[in-house]
């Protein structure tokens, strides 16, 4: 065991007890220890079905975030996230970092790819300023674009820049402004240039190390490739899956604990952030029909940034600048700011544009520029390839990156396959309530619907369990005849070879309890549901009738 295991004690089989106990419960739970040894210098990975499932659908942008194994906490601990459908953390997976090696990182790179199924690596990722990390993930995600995080150089930068902060009360506004306004490279050269001068700054040590970086950090130099980021950096900051959960504080025997709780809140907050989408209608604020489009595709959080750049073309009319045939070109700038114009190439037979801006290829949300040529163009609906299936209500159901892509095929291993069965029957589900509880007709079909499938479910399983229980008898019956029938009936069969078969069968067995215990418990929370629908109706029916006769 190296130095940093024997300061965490037991903590560290502690975890190891869980994660063991968790793939024992479940078949897509996994978790790995760097040279399967625990005694050595390697770090810990684990992942469980749900956060496999979520790169599946949302793995196209993730963050490695490493902050909390820094100096002022008690456990290396390591995180990789990406954001759903509601722009919320989601969890990919999970690491204790005991050897910090390049070696090491890169292995914990590999070892949650192979954790994702094999899956295609991730479009972009944004890690710490670590020179470690940035060598593994060059080594191991060659193809992925790398993002280093703004918000910590910022943050890095002020510290390191406290004096001058100090002396200058101008220089941090100015210093964000360079960063994060730019809206070229030539801008941003010539801004960055400016302020070291104004400010003596030509020579600072540090400032010249970030500014050799600045590719991979300043958000001008990443523009053409998806991050999926629409927040402020403070917003980023606050919106780390275990922001609230894992401080300084957070000893390794407790850190399963609140792993545990974390997963439950984001869990309800999802959930929350489901049913908000589906059974409220957002306040529409034009009367375009793309915008009600928009209402009924994005989940409720993505429709307000949407609707955001839509009420903006108002203010940002689109001026034609060249008219080559199938393509037209357009200024579009903000009334009083045609300094800051930009470009926008409208391809008129395949209603396809491209903005200087780079909004959409950033974030997958169309940027105000394009909305106001579709408007000069009447282009009514937001065509197909402008929503991703990643923003949308239905981002958990089957289908490709944009609304009109390919089938999804289910994965091979079971419980994946269990993850997305419970996400489908639960979107099926709560379209099932809604459309039940709007009358007192509907609601009793919708009851009587749910107890025969309920049942039918109940039967379903039964029959399954008992089609497995005949075939352990048949096997046990087989365990009966003579030895020389055995060795006659079984000759290609070893004793090994069975008992591999009985354990592949105990597991299926298991997966199917499994999966009825969740139709069960979905079905009777649904029920429930509709039950005390039925008594809140039922009492309003009463008051209505006791009103008449008044």
């Known amino acids: 065991m190296n130095s940093k295991q024997r300061i965490f004690g037991g903590g560290v089989q502690h ?9 024992a419960e479940s078949p897509g739970f996994f978790y790995a220890v760097q040279d399967d040894n625990v005694s050595s210098n390697g770090n810990i990975f684990w992942a469980d079905a749900t956060a496999r499932m979520n790169y599946h659908y949302f793995g196209d942008s993730i963050k490695l975030d490493t902050c909390f194994r820094a100096n002022c906490y008690r456990v290396p601990f390591a995180t990789f996230t990406g954001l759903n459908h509601h722009a919320q953390p989601v969890l990919f997976g999970c690491a204790l970092l005991f050897n910090e090696s390049e070696t090491s990182l890169a292995w914990l790179l590999r070892t949650w790819l192979q954790a994702m199924s094999g899956q295609k690596p991730p479009v972009s990722i944004t890690t710490d300023t670590d020179h470690l990390i940035q060598m593994a993930v060059a080594h191991v995600l060659p193809e992925t674009r790398h993002r280093l995080c703004k918000w910590s150089i910022l943050r890095e930068t002020k510290e390191k820049l406290t004096h001058v902060c100090q002396t200058h009360p101008t220089f941090e506004i100015e210093f964000i402004k360079c960063i994060n306004e730019a809206e070229t490279i030539e801008e941003f050269e010539s801004q960055w240039k400016s302020l070291l001068e104004r400010y003596y700054l030509m020579d600072n040590e540090y400032l010249q190390s970030i500014y050799s970086a600045s590719r991979h950090w300043v958000p001008v130099f990443m523009r053409e490739t998806f991050f999926g980021d629409f927040l402020s950096d403070d917003d980023e900051d606050k919106n780390t899956f275990f922001n609230g959960f894992v401080d300084a504080s957070t000893s390794i025997q407790l850190l399963i604990k609140h792993y545990e709780k974390a ?35 994005y989940t409720r959080k993505v429709f307000m940034k949407f609707r955001e750049e839509l009420v903006e073309t108002l203010a940002n009319p689109a001026t034609k600048i060249d008219d080559s045939g199938q393509i037209t070109t357009y200024h579009v700038a903000k009334f009083g700011e045609e300094h800051n114009a930009h470009t926008v190439r409208f391809n008129t037979f395949e209603l396809t544009a491209n903005c200087s801006c780079l909004m959409f290829e950033f974030s997958g949300i169309i940027c105000r520029h394009v909305l106001s040529v579709f408007r000069a163009k009447n282009v009514l609906m937001l065509p197909s390839q402008y929503i991703l299936k990643r923003w949308t209500r239905n981002a958990k159901t089957s289908g490709g990156s944009t609304i009109e892509e390919h089938h999804l095929e289910l994965p091979n291993n079971s419980q994946e396959s269990l993850t997305i069965r419970h996400n489908s029957l639960r979107q099926e589900a709560i379209k099932f309530v809604e459309e039940g509880a709007k009358s007192i007709h509907s609601y009793n079909v919708a009851l009587n619907a749910l107890k025969d499938a309920a049942k039918k479910v109940a039967a379903a399983k039964k029959k399954k369990t008992d089609k497995t229980l005949v075939n352990s008898m048949i096997n046990g019956r087989n365990q009966g005849l003579d030895e020389g029938d055995i060795d006659q009936a079984d000759s290609g069969h070893s004793k090994e070879e069975k008992e591999q078969k009985i354990r592949e069968l105990t597991a299926e067995l298991e997966c199917l309890n499994q999966q009825s215990e969740v139709y069960r418990s979905n079905l009777l ?3 429930k549901d509709m039950e005390e629908q039925k008594l809140k109706l039922s009492v309003k029916v009463q008051n ?3 009103s008449l006769k008044e």
Do not use: C, F, G
């Open 15 to 23: 975890v190891l007890d869980y994660l063991r106990r968790m793939q």
């Open 263 to 297: 997963l439950t809140i984001w869990h309800e907050r999802e959930l929350k952030a489901d049913l908000d989408s589906t059974n409220t209608t957002p306040v529409l604020k034009t009367p375009s029909p793309m915008e009600k489009q928009a209402a009924n595709l």
């Open 525 to 527: 929370a649904v029920l």
């Open 544 to 546: 209505a009738r006791l």
